[in-house]
């Protein structure tokens, strides 16, 4: 089991930045990949950015370019780089760790954008 804890949301103007944490215990040997995910209200959740355990990442083309994920070596913390921040990014940002028992999920932590 992974016990997954975001934070670093908040309200930021338009075309500011943000960086997102995300501190993993737990299980974190047995991490594969994690992800950062978004919600926003009305809508689906949708991806945003994946790493793996090699450090191969992938963007969600809305994202790619602007935002950035990384993470320490030992899958303690999960980051996401938010540069040029849109109205459009506005959404409840949620991390979530990929195990081969399953996937655990974050509770998300807010971001408004303000045009």
């Known amino acids: 089991q992974v016990h997954l804890v975001e934070s670093g949301g908040g309200l930021v103007q338009a075309g500011g930045s943000l960086r997102l944490s995300c501190a993993a215990s737990?299980?974190?040997?047995?991490?594969?990949?994690m992800g950062w995910y978004r919600q926003a209200p009305g809508k689906q959740r949708e991806l945003v950015a994946t790493?793996?355990?090699?450090?191969?990442?992938t963007y969600a083309g809305s994202v790619k370019g602007r935002f950035t994920i990384s993470r320490d070596s030992a899958w303690n913390t999960l980051y996401l780089q938010m540069n040029s921040l849109k109205p459009e990014d506005t959404a409840a940002y949620y991390c979530?760790?990929?195990?081969?028992?399953?996937?655990?999920w974050g509770q998300g932590t807010q971001v408004t954008v303000s045009s």
């Open positions: 979530a760790a990929d195990l081969s028992l399953g996937t655990y």
């Open positions: 737990g299980s974190i040997f047995s991490i594969n990949a």
């Open positions: 790493i793996t355990r090699r450090d191969t990442t």
